[in-house]
């Protein structure tokens, strides 16, 4: 069985940096695209950023402006994600998923392609 805990979450101001990882046990990390996921108060769940297994694709929210980076480790089993400059607009409880095709070339952006999900971390921007 998989499981992914998330971390890293918090409130923070505006224009501040925050990394939330993501580490999986069970399972075999480093075969396995990952993504990461919001869902804001009152909002449907939506797309962050994604990868591949070994790191060389990745696929980001257009909205997220080069502020975001997504990145993995395989030897760690963890995914993070370095955000920066945070709005109050990225108020959310963020996720973290796997992807469930073996070796996939495509960093996946539908929900629908991931198979496991983490509980969230949140993350809270004030303004």
């Known amino acids: 069985q998989v499981h992914l805990v998330e971390s890293g979450g918090g409130l923070v101001q505006a224009g501040d940096s925050l990394r939330l990882s993501c580490t999986q046990v069970?399972?075999?990390?480093?075969?396995?695209?990952m993504g990461w996921f919001r869902q804001a108060p009152g909002k449907e769940r939506e797309f962050v950023a994604s990868?591949?297994?070994?790191?060389?694709?990745?696929n980001y929210l257009d909205s997220i402006e080069g502020r975001f980076t997504i990145s993995r480790d395989n030897h760690k089993n963890t995914v993070y994600l370095q955000m920066n400059s945070l709005k109050p607009e990225d108020t959310a409880i963020y996720y973290c998923a796997t992807d469930g095709m073996l070796y996939s070339l495509s960093a996946p952006t539908q929900q629908s392609e991931y198979h496991f999900w983490g509980q969230g971390t949140q993350v809270t921007v004030s303004s």
């Open positions: 069970g399972g075999t990390f480093s075969r396995y695209a």
């Open positions: 990868i591949i297994w070994d790191g060389r694709v990745t």
